[in-house]
């Protein structure tokens, strides 16, 4: 994975050029900072205080004439800074679009709006700032400094202790900040990601009676935005409290020195100029730090992490040491090699040499005519069913031969008759992962939007009767126990066939979300709408694209589609742009009657 501060130090490199001319009239712009207090204690101890203004005059006007070099750098910098920040922003949406039309499949994430039309000018503008308040502070307070030691050294030592105190407190909740940032990104896409599908499948909502509780479930996630925001604004005390420190301790501590400094035979005028240098120079440059990388750095750090988590390479990235050995790629989460399948020995192939390789945090939806091999395939995968010929492996590991201990920690498959037995609600939910505590199953509830359901049942100390529990009702806490369990590949084989599609959408979603990679064989058109990828089994070939590339290339997929529209449950929804990924070899039959 490309760091942050690969990326970072990439795009610098790239730019030397720029950034020597943007250094250069920095220095500029910072030559007032450093003449500010010695020439205001040359005007009043060498001029006023000794009866010659005009010595006084001639200093203010040296002092006059830095500000205006002064102002020409800063007008020069703000120049320099454009041929910086706009050859980024290019590559950053270079990666986005690359990423949303050829990662993972055909359909791109809906999140990917909210990346290319808000995260990426979010990095525009907070690299822009960065860069701005970091050359500040840099500039500024190094020539503060400097002029504090060429004024009087034990002043500069007074003033610069409490400074670094400030930046150390401050650089310890770093890491906080970022954590509170992260949250704030992630819940933003989060919220997307519901909208988008509350929007699509508006329809079905209504005709449903569903509105209330489709709003209650956006409402939760603009609730958690919320709170995540109040937490972020929280780290506000933690900044303030680093200003204090660095910036305005040092007032009070040079005052209060004040008669020391002057017994060590400094004038009026060098105390003078060493609180011009503090107020004037060092307090503003350390608050436009704090301040700058608090609300801008933070928002860098993090959104660019998560725009180089769903794109492709930029240009300008570091490449590969000369003679390095490449890193060893990662397994796919699910890889099948030559399988073929059959019911009996006679009985024509339901797979036939059939490939398939899925990747780590994939979203593939299986789709195809009834009895044409989609629940056989989700069986094969999950290990129930042992192919007469090929390899199914998940994770890199063999499924054949694995006990039952083992699948179970490298899969789940939850099929269309959801598994409920006799017992307390928590056992049923615990039933793979039985260490699990009350507080993570509450939480995973909230998650799905099922505690209503568990309220219902009666809380996790209730009993339950499989026989007086609606499909419906078992099929939610069979997901919400899948979704419990350490498993990172979930199958879905139909396993929202019994509730209404805005339910189906929310668990979807959810899983689509939730860490690992998710399979699920679909029971509505909508399914297939909010995947990555689409695996098309028609009886002759297995096709794999996007929604859009199956619409556009398959007769079979434009006729199954068609039959779904005219079905009851259609949810409605336009299709997104992707391109097409690699198709799988091999072939589905269907079975033998």
């Known amino acids: 994975m490309t760091t942050v501060g690969a990326v970072t130090r990439a795009a610098l490199r790239a730019r030397r050029a720029a950034l020597v001319r943007l250094a250069a009239w920095s220095v500029a712009e910072a030559l007032p900072?450093?003449?500010?207090?010695?020439?205001?204690?040359?005007?009043?101890?060498?001029?006023?205080?000794?009866?010659?203004?005009?010595?006084?005059?001639?200093?203010?006007?040296?002092?006059?004439?830095?500000?205006?070099?002064?102002?020409?750098?800063?007008?020069?910098?703000?120049?320099?800074?454009?041929?910086?920040?706009?050859?980024?922003?290019?590559?950053?949406?270079?990666?986005?679009?690359?990423?949303?039309?050829?990662?993972?499949?055909?359909?791109?994430?809906?999140?990917?709006?909210?990346?290319?039309?808000?995260?990426?000018?979010?990095?525009?503008?907070?690299?822009?700032?960065?860069?701005?308040?970091?050359?500040?502070?840099?500039?500024?307070?190094?020539?503060?400094?400097?002029?504090?030691?060429?004024?009087?050294?034990?002043?500069?030592?007074?003033?610069?202790?409490?400074?670094?105190?400030?930046?150390?407190?401050?650089?310890?909740?770093?890491?906080?900040?970022?954590?509170?940032?992260?949250?704030?990104?992630?819940?933003?896409?989060?919220?997307?990601?519901?909208?988008?599908?509350?929007?699509?499948?508006?329809?079905?909502?209504?005709?449903?009676?569903?509105?209330?509780?489709?709003?209650?479930?956006?409402?939760?996630?603009?609730?958690?935005?919320?709170?995540?925001?109040?937490?972020?604004?929280?780290?506000?005390?933690?900044?303030?409290?680093?200003?204090?420190?660095?910036?305005?301790?040092?007032?009070?501590?040079?005052?209060?020195?004040?008669?020391?400094l002057v017994r060590q035979g400094l004038g009026p005028g060098a105390v003078l100029g060493a609180l011009v240098y503090v107020v004037r120079g060092v307090q503003p440059a350390l608050h436009t730090l704090v301040q700058g990388v608090a609300a801008g750095g933070l928002r860098f750090t993090v959104t660019l992490d998560r725009l180089l988590r769903t794109g492709v390479a930029v240009r300008g990235e570091a490449a590969p040491a000369a003679g390095a050995r490449p890193a060893r790629p990662d397994p796919p989460a699910l890889s099948l090699r030559g399988v073929t399948f059959r019911y009996g020995p006679h009985a024509d192939p339901v797979l036939d040499g059939f490939d398939l390789d899925v990747p780590d945090g994939d979203h593939l939806v299986v789709v195809g005519a009834s009895g044409?091999?989609?629940?056989?395939?989700?069986?094969?995968?999950?290990?129930?069913?042992?192919?007469?010929?090929?390899?199914?492996?998940?994770?890199?590991?063999?499924?054949?031969?694995?006990?039952?201990?083992?699948?179970?920690?490298?899969?789940?498959?939850?099929?269309?008759?959801?598994?409920?037995?006799?017992?307390?609600?928590?056992?049923?939910?615990?039933?793979?992962?039985?260490?699990?505590?009350?507080?993570?199953?509450?939480?995973?509830?909230?998650?799905?939007?099922?505690?209503?359901?568990?309220?219902?049942?009666?809380?996790?100390?209730a009993a339950l009767r499989p026989a007086g529990l609606s499909a419906g009702e078992r099929q939610q806490l069979a997901l919400l126990r899948a979704w419990l369990s350490p498993a990172p590949l979930v199958i879905l084989d139909e396993a929202t066939c019994h509730v209404d599609p805005a339910t189906e959408a929310r668990l979807e979603t959810a899983f689509a979300e939730r860490a690992g990679t998710l399979v699920v064989i679909a029971h509505r058109v909508s399914s297939a709408l909010r995947a990555r990828r689409v695996l098309l089994l028609d009886g002759r070939h297995a096709l794999l694209d996007g929604h859009p590339g199956l619409l556009a290339r398959s007769a079979a997929y434009r006729e199954l589609v068609g039959y779904w529209e005219a079905g009851a449950d259609m949810v409605r929804s336009s299709p997104t742009r992707g391109r097409s990924a690699p198709l799988p070899t091999g072939s589905a039959r269907r079975s033998s009657p």
């Open 33 to 260: 900072a450093a003449l500010t207090g010695l020439l205001t204690a040359r005007a009043v101890d060498a001029g006023f205080l000794a009866g010659r203004p005009a010595v006084g005059l001639l200093w203010l006007g040296l002092l006059a004439a830095a500000v205006l070099v002064g102002a020409v750098g800063t007008n020069r910098a703000y120049a320099c800074l454009g041929d910086v920040v706009e050859p980024f922003r290019d590559d950053l949406l270079r990666r986005v679009v690359a990423g949303a039309l050829g990662g993972a499949g055909g359909r791109g994430d809906d999140a990917a709006v909210g990346r290319l039309t808000h995260q990426v000018e979010i990095v525009r503008d907070t690299w822009a700032g960065l860069l701005t308040v970091v050359r500040g502070f840099l500039f500024a307070a190094c020539a503060a400094i400097v002029g504090l030691f060429s004024l009087a050294a034990p002043v500069a030592l007074l003033v610069t202790v409490p400074v670094l105190a400030g930046l150390g407190l401050f650089a310890a909740a770093v890491p906080a900040m970022i954590a509170r940032q992260r949250e704030y990104v992630l819940a933003d896409e989060r919220l997307t990601r519901v909208a988008v599908s509350a929007i699509a499948g508006h329809r079905d909502v209504s005709v449903s009676g569903a509105r209330e509780q489709v709003t209650r479930w956006v409402g939760r996630h603009v609730d958690a935005q919320a709170r995540v925001e109040r937490r972020l604004a929280a780290m506000a005390v933690t900044r303030g409290l680093s200003l204090a420190v660095g910036g305005w301790l040092p007032v009070p501590v040079v005052v209060l020195a004040t008669p020391w």
């Open 372 to 461: 044409i091999g989609k629940s056989t395939l989700a069986a094969v995968i999950a290990g129930v069913l042992r192919p007469q010929a090929g390899t199914v492996e998940v994770g890199g590991t063999p499924v054949a031969g694995a006990t039952a201990a083992e699948l179970a920690r490298r899969r789940v498959l939850i099929p269309q008759e959801a598994y409920v037995f006799t017992g307390s609600v928590r056992d049923n939910l615990r039933y793979l992962r039985p260490d699990l505590a009350d507080a993570a199953i509450v939480r995973a509830a909230a998650r799905l939007g099922l505690s209503e359901l568990v309220d219902r049942l009666g809380g996790l100390d």
